[in-house]
């Protein structure tokens, strides 16, 4: 069964830093991409960041996250995370977590079978 949980969320000033993590269960090891969605407050969920785990770990960023946020992963603990730095109060909202086996465009949220219950963020200017 697939299960995927985030943590790590929380409140924090701009200029802040937190780092999301992602718990995955055994799908992790098959999975092709793993993807950080967001949804604020009043607005459709968007891509942040994803990893390819084949194609030598093929990163992707939101033109938002470009600069300020990583992905990266741990295999050794099935672990995925999220390091948000020089946070912004645009930032905020729910952090999920997703995962394909398929190959599609990363930000592609239709494109994700197995989700997160999300993790909060909130960004006080």
């Known amino acids: 069964q697939v299960q995927l949980v985030e943590s790590g969320g929380g409140s924090v000033q701009a200029g802040g830093s937190l780092r999301l993590s992602c718990a995955a269960s055994?799908?992790?090891?098959?999975?092709?991409?793993m993807g950080w969605f967001r949804q604020a407050p009043g607005k459709e969920r968007e891509g942040v960041a994803a990893?390819?785990?084949?194609?030598?770990?093929?990163?992707y960023y939101a033109d938002s996250a470009k600069g300020r946020f990583t992905i990266s992963q741990d295999n050794t603990k099935n672990m995925m995370y999220l390091q948000m730095n020089r946070l912004k109060p645009e930032d905020t909202g729910m952090y999920y977590c997703?995962?394909?086996?398929?190959?599609?465009?990363?930000?592609?949220?239709?494109?994700?079978?197995?989700w997160g219950q999300g993790t909060q963020v909130t960004v006080s200017s």
């Open positions: 997703a995962a394909d086996r398929r190959v599609a465009l990363w930000s592609d949220e239709g494109s994700y079978n197995y």
């Open positions: 055994r799908f992790y090891y098959t999975s092709y991409r």
């Open positions: 990893i390819l785990r084949y194609a030598g770990l093929t990163t």
